[in-house]
């Protein structure tokens, strides 16, 4: 028998609505430890199996662990903030709807790298293993609680790419501007002294 809250509707357990903060953290753990060494020494076979793929592509693909971090922490706080809309909202919300929706889709694409690459990419173990399967339980449970499907459609969670692409572009915006203000200030004391 599944619990109801106050409204006489079943409960969503927190473990499928916050359990996608802890499911997202265990995916990017593997991509924490593996993506920025990964960059640097997969280019060189990369750039012989995909010649067609212009330069400046592996050169934004070459990130530092500093940039990486950063990222995935702010990414972090996106998917905290889903999870935890989740919660209050008995799993009700589009935005945590969508997230969710879109953490799944992308093991997608670290399945299609693996095989377009011929060899391991960051991600590509957790996706399958940890992301897809969180993602089709999390959404049962919704379904058995009788949560309506958000009508965000697909277009809400392919909205993940310029997430991603954002977070990551946020990441180099932040680590930049910070370089610049540590020259500044480096500057600033050499000439008082």
């Known amino acids: 028998m599944s619990e109801e809250n106050s409204a006489g509707e079943a409960r969503v357990p927190a473990a499928a609505t916050w359990g996608l903060f802890v499911a997202w953290a265990l ?103 940890v992301a897809a399967p969180f993602t089709l339980w999390a959404r049962q449970r919704l379904r058995r609680a009788g949560v309506p499907e958000a009508q965000t459609g697909p277009a809400a969670a392919l909205l993940f790419l310029p997430l991603v692409a954002g977070v990551h572009g946020a990441a180099g915006a932040l680590l930049a501007a910070r370089d610049r203000w540590r020259r500044r200030s480096r500057t600033g004391r050499s000439r008082r002294g």
């Open 27 to 129: 995916h990017d753990a593997e991509e924490l430890v593996t993506m920025a060494h990964w960059s640097r020494r997969a280019r060189p076979r990369l750039e012989k199996a995909l010649p067609w793929v212009p330069s400046a592509v592996w050169d934004r693909m070459d990130v530092s662990q500093e940039h990486v971090n950063l990222s995935l922490g702010l990414m972090g706080c996106v998917v905290a903030a889903a999870a935890a809309e989740g919660a209050r909202t008995n799993g009700r919300s589009p935005f945590y709807q969508a997230v969710l929706t879109g953490f799944g889709l992308h093991t997608v694409s670290h399945v299609a790298s693996a095989v377009v690459t011929r060899g391991y990419t960051p991600g590509v173990v957790t996706a399958p293993l």
